[in-house]
């Protein structure tokens, strides 16, 4: 079995969904299975990723990490990611004073 393109994989799909021909054989099937098996991975470990870059910056309880975490561990869950802004870029800057 060849590699899955899932950007092709789903134009096809789309295509006859559209037209109304929408069957799957079994190397289809198979290719649908093996490219959510692969972005399964890649949530996992961009998850790993996100939560070690939080944890060093300081910001690992930030709701906004936390939203993002929980949507990278389950990735189908209704929400969204973006827009990112943890408390710390929300918070107003703080006026810088003159040295005189």
Known sequence: MS?????KLAAKL??????GRLTLDEAEAEQIAAALEKLQTRCGEAYQVVGSLATYAG???DPAVKRALDL?????RKGDILPFHTAK???PAK???SGK
């Open 72 to 76: 990278l561990s389950r990735p189908f």
């Open 59 to 61: 910001l690992f309880h």
């Open 95 to 97: 006026p810088k004073r």
């Open 3 to 7: 590699k899955p393109d899932p950007e």
């Open 14 to 19: 789309r295509q006859r969904i559209e037209t």
């Open 89 to 91: 870029d929300l918070k």
